[in-house]
């Protein structure tokens, strides 16, 4: 009896724990929006700084019935994607190769770890002389900003693998590319995925500040055309959109990575 008790009050504390986390998620969602509320009808604020949230909203429904506004979203999300995909693979290589051999790491991971916090909007004038200024420098500064969390987080977890994993493939003379897709990649491949989670974020801001620099094109200018025209309403409604992306792909990142890790125990 008392062993049923003790087990049946250990199941029920998990989900007392997450009850309270998502009240005071609640709690804080909820006291950002009074807050904000209170700010934009005080009018300490220069007009439409802080519009109200009615303002907010309805400039969503408008910006969403707006067919326009899907054709610059895919063109971002278009940018961001392939930004994503050439920085990520490129990193992952990188990373693999770092967190194989001894000697490329003491020479190149430094470099990495002081490029790594360096704003990358300072390559893209050298991005826009590359690849001119069409998609062609958005995707470029994507993929820039995508490769070092992905390289640095598959250099590190390439030196967490179980030794015993590589040995055996040695002992069956798995060739680089065997023990690359058969040993390394399985192994690490729930640190990869939080390294390209981190990756995806930075691909975002970095290919949004590409558009608000020069486009004619994508949510980027957009909502520095908001900003210019002072349509402040307009300007966080694409934030928000912008923002719900961002936690939705971030998501399908991390789940993808868990139910990996959760198969592969």
């Keep these: 009896m008392a062993e049923t008790v003790s087990v049946g009050a250990i199941a029920t504390k998990p989900a007392h724990k997450d009850n309270s986390v998502l009240k005071l998620r609640i709690a804080i969602v909820a006291t950002i929006l009074v807050v904000w509320e209170l700010v934009a009808a005080s009018g300490l604020l220069y007009r439409d700084v802080v519009p109200s949230l009615h303002a907010i909203v309805f400039a969503l429904f408008k910006l969403l ?23 990520g693979i490129l990193g992952l290589l990188a990373g693999l190769l770092l967190g194989a051999n001894k000697l490329l790491s003491q020479a190149y991971e430094s470099f990495l770890y002081y490029l790594g916090p360096t704003p990358k909007i300072i390559f893209f004038p050298i991005m826009i002389m590359w690849f001119g200024v069409g998609p062609g420098s958005k995707v470029a500064m994507g993929a820039v900003s995508c490769f070092f969390p992905v390289a640095l987080s598959a250099a590190a977890a390439m030196r967490e693998i179980d030794q015993v994993l590589i040995k055996v493939g040695q002992s069956f003379r798995a060739n680089p590319w065997q023990m690359a897709t058969k040993i390394y990649l399985p192994a690490m491949r ?5 390294g390209f989670r981190l990756g995806m974020g930075v691909a975002i801001i970095g290919t949004l500040l590409a558009e608000t620099k020069l486009s004619n ?9 908001a900003y210019s025209l002072f349509d402040m309403p307009r300007m966080y409604a694409m934030l928000i959109v912008l923002f719900v992306f961002a936690i939705g792909a971030n998501a399908v990142v991390g789940l993808i990575g868990r139910r990996d890790a959760i198969r592969q125990r």
């Design 217 to 225: 094109r994508g949510v980027g200018f957009l909502i520095i055309q």
């Design 190 to 194: 729930l640190p990869v995925a939080n």
């Design 65 to 87: 019935a707006a067919p326009e506004f899907y054709w610059h979203l895919s063109v971002t999300l278009g940018e961001v994607g392939a930004g994503v995909a050439i920085g």
